[in-house]
């Protein structure tokens, strides 16, 4: 029980400081640029720019440009989704106003279609992404340290990438063609 204690905890305190660094810089990417009114516009911010430009790639695995920004800030550990999609979602909000995670989720709605923008078929594509992909910068830290070298590292980044992105993909485009929402 000991060691189960110990071991959760020192998980609890490294994850802590990653999450809180990723959010911290997250914070900034969707903060600024602030319009001219100084409000912030989440949809023109550094982080929706990088989102937007990525979009094109995901949007197959059904993905749009706010899991983008989560896809990337989760490369340094894959729990930090859930905080950068909290970020983005309550970026403007002052701290009275919180909107729960799963409810702007729930209601966020697609600006051209009116579609919700967030479905199971969707949750179940990113699922089997995570599952494939290799999303924690310690492993492949680990792995250059015991190779002696980038080689490995390299390739397992490539070709779980790409492995997450095929399966995601297959997963999400079958699932439109037989009517999966």
């Not at 071991?7 to 600024?32: E, Q």
């Not at 002052?94 to 966020?108: I, Q, T, Y």
């Not at 980044?157 to 009517?179: E, H, K």
């Amino acid at each position: 029980i000991r060691q189960v204690y110990n071991r959760g905890k020192l998980f609890l305190v490294d994850a802590g400081k990653i999450i809180m660094l990723i959010s911290i810089i997250l914070w900034f990417l969707v903060s600024f640029p602030k319009n001219d009114l100084g409000e912030i516009n989440i949809t023109n911010s550094y982080a929706g720019k990088i989102g937007q430009t990525i979009e094109p790639v995901i949007k197959p695995l059904g993905f749009d440009w706010k899991i983008g920004i989560a896809l990337i800030t989760s490369f340094a550990a894959r729990e930090v989704v859930v905080s950068t999609l909290s970020t983005i979602y309550n970026i403007g909000d002052d701290g009275d106003d919180m909107v729960k995670l799963k409810d702007a989720m729930r209601n966020d709605k697609d600006p051209i279609t009116g579609e919700n923008t967030y479905t199971p078929l969707i949750a179940i594509s990113l699922m089997v992404f995570y599952v494939y992909a290799a999303q924690c910068m310690a492993t492949f830290a680990i792995v250059k340290t015991e190779t002696n070298g980038w080689k490995w590292p390299i390739f397992m980044i490539v070709y779980m990438t790409c492995l997450a992105y095929g399966m995601s993909l297959l997963v999400f485009q079958v699932g439109r063609m037989i009517g999966f929402t």
